[in-house]
């Protein structure tokens, strides 16, 4: 494990993809394709915990499927998962994507908790989590199974053109953010 401090090394924290802080890296050497930024409490603890675990075992809980079309992507991917700590239905779709990043050089994953990043909620429009955003082209609000997030990364990596497989779209039944205010799953604004 390694600290560097993002105010007094700012260039060697971007290389890393440090983006933001609080911000984890999680990976071989200079191969951390998973990072978490915010602080990983209360329920997104084992999201964290998967990523140290998924760089340090050679195995997978991926399908061996999906396994097999990840690592021939052609083009990179890049997913975040825009997660709370609260929610119980944000960690099995942020687990999933950064297992992706473990098994293809392709694939990058960052989890974000946004009360950690409010401002993320406007910019990238976020109604519920978890919510989705794969290489900018594909959003997706509510959780996803790995065969979901599969044709979701094939689908924003032009592997599958939209409207060859179906996608459901569970944007209705998500799980509202809850950011301190008003009851829980209450809309936002």
Do not use: W
Not at 14 to 43: C, H, K, L, W
Not at 162 to 182: C, F, P
């Amino acid at each position: 494990m390694e600290t560097v401090d993002y105010y007094t090394n700012q260039v060697d924290a971007r290389e890393r993809g440090i983006a933001r802080i609080p911000g984890f890296t999680v990976g071989r050497q200079d191969n951390s394709r998973m990072r978490y930024f915010g602080m990983p409490t209360q329920r997104q603890m084992p999201v964290l915990v998967s990523a140290l675990v998924r760089a340090a075992e050679r195995s997978s809980p991926l399908k061996l499927e999906t396994r097999r079309r990840i690592r021939r992507l052609r083009e990179d991917a890049h997913i975040q998962v825009f997660v709370t700590q609260d929610s119980e239905h944000c960690g099995d779709t942020a687990m999933a994507a950064l297992a992706m990043a473990a098994e293809s050089p392709k694939v990058t994953t960052d989890v974000i908790e946004v009360g950690t990043f409010p401002n993320l909620i406007d910019l990238h429009k976020i109604r519920g989590v978890p919510a989705t955003v794969i290489s900018g082209r594909v959003t997706f609000t509510g959780a996803m199974s790995e065969d979901l997030l599969l044709k979701q990364v094939l689908r924003a990596t032009g592997q599958v053109e939209a409207g060859a497989e179906q996608i459901v779209d569970y944007s209705n039944d998500v799980t509202m953010l809850n950011l301190g205010a008003g009851r829980a799953g209450a809309p936002i604004g």
